[in-house]
């Protein structure tokens, strides 16, 4: 078993077995090593009796065409996991609406004016503004190429154009957050409560403009054929079979150094602890974890934890994966992301944690699939905001070790939680589901969490926003010069685009310290769209 590298990469989702990839094929020797016995990540998904259920994506995006997504992947091959196109993209259910949004977006439109005849000025000008936000989308591109990989001689013209490219999305962004910064922001336009409350889950105004604009690029996509899982199986085989290798069930412990330089990496395999050498480390994996067990403190940044536990995460979450004895679409589900909230709730209680107010997403994914569950059957999928800490830590114990001990309390907590989402699904979207139910499985902050070690069971990380944005949190470069960040606490925001985005850039940052040439020739290769060779 080889026991030196050029670069172990931590963590094997889409960031870490793409930045993989790109090494392998640049002539580095490469070790991803992974904690779970499975690679993908959140994207791992898993199977039940014939049934296959994702565990994370609601929708993609910058995987159309000309997203960069794509444009990444055809870097590495033209038989890629192609997505499906959403044309029918989200409906929005609450107490006094019911819309859907397409991928024809002067449908709502038109459908709100109808509705809202004296907000018609207002209406018109919100879809305009978001077609403009539409138009900086599509060049999502040119921001691509983190800063940390440029020249000094670079930044003056980046950053120049960085702020003409994002101008027209400026008086929108410094309209504020939280509730009385979106109500704030949505009265330069409309004024109606019933109007206002379509966007009651969202936290600041882009956000309400966002999907639309997104909606107008048609970027929203599905996951391919066969489910998300085909991702990961996909780049897992785009590594240079000669210069790469993936070790599962492999809990990195422990960093060895020579004169404040990781040299070495030590991790556990079925109790025996294992150590290999490296040049440089990929943390493609949950950063409180890096920087608490792996990185000695006197490297750790000042106020590294309190920045960190002051920023604006992403929740985590409570998925029912649901087995159904008929078609999904039998019971009237279709393509579309289903969501269900109470526009009379609090903003802050859509994404709180409690069962019955916190934002419900519906996916029926064999609707569009079904490869995903045997013939004549299908799936739904249900999402709830939730927190690590609910209910005491779900009703958990702690073993000696301080790890998360599943109780009876804790099943019995999650059947109680199941049990309230589905009498509010039933309640909105008319329909008898339990009769149709043959099984389900609930995951929680603690499943999450446990699978993947990220903070909280955090589904992406930290938040785009002013706040985040001000304290840095999101970093690629860490003090210890030979260790970079992947995945998704490189960047904010999250999804396979950050993934692909931070996969793509800590590759970058690697090979400009290793080997200029194959540096150039990277970023090369992704600027005119050509292919890297195996």
Known sequence: MNDEFDVTIIGSGVS???????????????????????????????????????????????????????????MLGEDYPRPQLMERI???????????????????????????????????????????IAKVSLRFDEFFQSVESKSKLEMPFFRMKQLAIIYPMIP?????????????????????????????????????????AWAYNSDYQNPPIGGSQVIPAWLEKQMKPDNAEIRLSSKVVGFDFENDLISGVRYTNRAK????????????????????????????????????EDSEMYSSSV?????????AESLGFGHELTLICDESNERDEHSSGDPHKGAISVLAPTVRDHTLAPEGLGTITLYVPAWM????????????????????????????????????????????????????????????????GNKNGSMMGTRPG??????????????????VIGGQWAELGGGVPIAVKTGFNSALIILKKWNKPQFKKLLSTYKQGAKLNK
């Open 16 to 74: 870490g077995l793409l930045a993989a990839s790109l090494l392998s094929r640049s002539g580095m020797k490469v070790l991803v090593l992974e904690k779970h016995s499975l690679i993908g990540g959140y994207l791992q998904g898993f199977e039940r009796k014939d049934f296959v259920f994702d565990t994370a994506i609601h929708w993609l995006n910058q995987y159309n065409e000309v997203g960069t997504v794509t444009r990444v992947f055809k």
């Open 466 to 483: 002013k706040k985040n944005m001000q304290s840095k949190i999101a970093h690629y470069q860490t003090p210890i010069s030979n260790l």
């Open 172 to 212: 929108y962004a410094l309209a504020g957050s939280g509730d009385e910064g979106v109500k704030k922001g949505l009265s330069k336009f409309f004024k109606d409560p019933k109007l206002q409350g379509l966007f009651c889950t969202e936290r600041d105004l882009l956000s309400c403009l966002f999907p639309i």
């Open 319 to 327: 998925t029912i994966s649901v087995a159904l004895t008929c078609t």
């Open 273 to 308: 602890e294992y150590s290999v050498k490296t040049k440089y480390v990929i943390a493609a994996c949950d950063v409180d974890f890096l920087y608490r067990h792996l990185v000695p403190p006197k490297f750790v940044p000042p106020k590294f934890f309190e920045t960190l």
């Open 389 to 452: 800490n609910y209910m005491d830590y779900w009703k958990t114990e702690r073993n000696a070790k301080g790890e998360f001990v599943r109780t009876e309390a804790y099943k019995q907590l999650k059947e109680e939680f199941a049990q309230i989402i589905f009498d509010r699904v039933e309640a909105k979207m008319g329909l008898n589901l339990r009769e149709h139910i043959l099984f389900y499985e609930v995951a929680t902050p603690i499943t999450y969490y446990r699978y993947t």
């Open 90 to 132: 989200q409906r929005h259910i609450g107490e006094g609406h019911d819309y859907l949004l397409t991928n024809n977006p002067d449908e709502l439109k038109d459908q709100l004016i109808q509705d809202f005849p004296h907000e018609k000025a207002g209406i018109e000008r919100f879809f305009k503004v978001a077609r403009k």
